[in-house]
């Protein structure tokens, strides 16, 4: 077939897919893992049926967005309620994709009940939590966000650590003690510690690139059962990125033998200006350039979304919009609130094309 026709039959934006056409076959033709983040509660939506269709359709693999949280497992003191993660691991699993639990231990997003808690009712939560909920899923759950977000550069902590009650319980030791306790109950899991605002080439992104890998040493060097490191990847087109820069820390990481994740992908179009489809084609570049740039590094072996459609993005919530003065219809992932096919998916889809096998 000639380039002019097979470009014709392409059915939107510069790239066809080949066969299936699912991010999630694209990506593992390279031995990649995509997926995206899933709530379960999205389900029950009228939107439902095609919200689960698209994740059929690209991802081999999903994180709980909310599910596997203290907020949700915890939000009483006196009683665990599953209902929400079963229902998760239930519909991953009816449909044969992989899960990653996030998050075990999170100094954010926990009930005043445990910020109440004294640093030796923390740690000996720590301990029973990992165990209690490992346990439980031990058959289902491959991969395990055990701590999330260590580093928090305002709350003036050595190292730059992000506050909360089981750093105050453990100090830097609550990241071991986590990994370690995770490593005793499911041996064979991948363990991640995942981390936020990396990306940037500003002096913020600098701040937590240093700390975050000066945190890795350290923790390699305590003995820290750490597989794999999380970067979350919630990128803005108003943002300045660096990418070759970028590509050297996820180099430095790999260097210390962990693999890359990238977590939590999406792209914030507050300030892209223009028609719908020039709003589209900045998020969809900067997604290009981006994965072309991460996938360059081999250690990188796994990459999520954070939702899958703009329907449920978390920018989609309205408090947080006014706050930060953002589109009151972001277009951040790969499908549109329709769940049409965006020119994101494209730009995804022929970044996996380009991406050197693993
Ligand atoms: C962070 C957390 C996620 C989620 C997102 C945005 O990245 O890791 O669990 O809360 O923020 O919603």
Redesign the pocket.
């Known amino acids: 077939m000639t380039g002019a026709a097979s470009a014709l039959l392409a059915p939107r934006g510069a790239f066809a897919a080949p066969g299936g056409e699912s991010l999630g076959a694209l990506a593992a033709a390279k031995g990649i893992l995509f997926g995206a983040s899933l709530a379960a509660h999205e389900l029950d939506r009228d939107y439902g049926a095609k919200y689960a269709e698209i994740y059929q359709r690209d991802c081999r693999i999903v994180t709980s967005?909310l599910e596997f949280?203290l907020s949700a497992l915890r939000a009483k003191e006196d009683a665990i309620d599953f209902y929400d993660a079963d229902r998760l691991v239930q519909f991953a699993h009816g449909h044969g994709m992989q899960i990653r639990a996030?998050?075990l231990i999170?100094n954010d997003?926990v009930p005043q009940w445990i910020k109440d808690l004294d640093g030796a009712g923390a740690a000996q939560l720590l301990d029973m939590h990992i165990e209690t909920v490992m346990v439980r899923y031990k058959d289902s759950v491959r991969f395990w966000d055990v701590v999330?977000?260590p580093i928090g550069p305002w709350d003036n902590l050595p190292g730059k650590l992000r506050a909360g009650p089981f750093y105050a319980a453990l100090g830097e030791g609550y990241i071991t003690a986590a990994f370690n306790k995770a490593r005793s109950i499911e041996p064979s899991a991948v363990l991640v510690l995942?981390e936020?605002q990396c990306e940037t080439a500003d002096d913020n992104g600098e701040i937590f690139r240093s700390s975050f890998l000066a945190l890795l040493k350290r923790l390699k060097d305590a003995g820290a059962a750490i597989d794999a490191v999380g970067l979350?990847g919630?990128l803005k087109t108003a943002a300045r990125y660096d990418f070759p820069r970028f590509t050297a820390f996820l180099q430095d990481i790999a260097a210390l033998g962990f693999a890359i994740h990238i977590t939590?992908l999406d792209v914030n179009d507050t300030g892209a200006d223009g028609s719908i489809t020039d709003r589209d084609r900045q998020v969809a570049a900067l997604y290009g350039k981006f994965l072309g740039a991460v996938l360059s590094v081999k250690a990188v072996n796994v990459v999520q979304t954070?939702q899958l459609s703009d329907a449920a993005s978390?920018m989609q919530d309205k408090g947080l919009q006014a706050d930060n003065k953002m589109h009151t219809d972001p277009r951040p992932l790969p499908y549109d609130s329709r769940f049409r096919r965006k020119l994101a998916w494209d730009a995804i889809a022929q970044a996996f094309a380009n991406a050197p096998p693993r």
């Open positions: 967005e949280k996030h998050t999170w997003d999330n977000e995942n936020a979350q919630h939590e954070w978390w």
